[in-house]
């Protein structure tokens, strides 16, 4: 049985479907002083999945945890936790001292409840595998990689693929080798949460269609800046590919002002701007 919640219910109802099983919403009653309480279905088989992106975790990760406990007392001895986002993976590791590793807290704070964890294209920098942060869990990471590749050649688009910085190169590469794409990276100096500075690779973009591509997209800064200077360049459009749009605050905006065309993304967080579907590609691991 597959459980979601409703801000994610037309994904998680979709999965259900895709894989051929049944699907309840779980009922979240939330009182005035900001406590909730979670209805579940009063008969649960062994095994339950539950379906919830992490995007603006604080008050969800409480709500899984009462949806776990519950679901237990109700006899799911395994539960399986598909959240195409995952949340609070930047912080891996303290900057300066008495900073919070909040990577790790998360882990092993999921680890508790979840046997098995399946997401999609994890921000993971310095800690290269999900096993070392979330332990005692089995962990399925995906990539929406080769769903964005059969989504750039299904619109018969030949673009110019750009990575914002060094870090989205494993992405970019991965679109760009299915597709038969031209492919590069900018390089990124950040000085804070909305000031970066962002320098071009050394290729000619004049005429060129560009595609920035990303994991996520949250501010939305460091895509607007790469934009602008692309266009400065001489490129005729710029679009913008991301697996996570988070777009906190006016992000998008901010991106559609410094010239961009398109933004697509997949389902991975409700948003306008979802054009890949993500079911698919998570129930292959379900079945």
Sequence with gaps: ?????????????????????????????????GECKLTLPSELPQHVVICRS?????EKLIELLLASETARELGASKQTLVA???????????????ESISQRSIGRFLSGMFDVLITVDPHLHRIHHLQTVIPDT???????????????QSRELTPFLLGPDAESQQWVQAIAKPAGLDFDVCSKIRSGDRAVSISLP???LKSRHIVLVDDVVSSGQTLA???????????VRVDVLVSHPLFAEQGMQ????????????????????????LAGLLSEYLS
């Design 202 to 204: 050394e290729r000619s």
């Design 54 to 58: 992490l995007d603006h975790p604080n």
């Design 254 to 277: 901010l991106i559609k002002q410094a010239g961009v065309t398109e933004i697509w993304s997949t389902d991975s967080i409700t948003h306008e701007t979802n054009i890949i579907p």
């Design 84 to 98: 195409p986002y995952l949340c609070y993976m930047r912080q891996d590791t303290a900057f300066h001292p008495g």
């Design 225 to 235: 800046v790469a934009a602008g200077k692309c266009l400065a360049a001489g490129a």
């Design 138 to 152: 089995q962990i399925f990471t995906l990539s929406a990689s080769g769903l964005m590749a059969d989504f750039l």
């Design 1 to 33: 049985m597959i459980l979601g919640f409703a801000e994610y219910e037309s994904q998680a109802r979709k999965l259900a479907e895709t894989v051929g099983t049944s699907y309840h919403i779980i009922d979240v009653h939330r009182f005035p002083d």
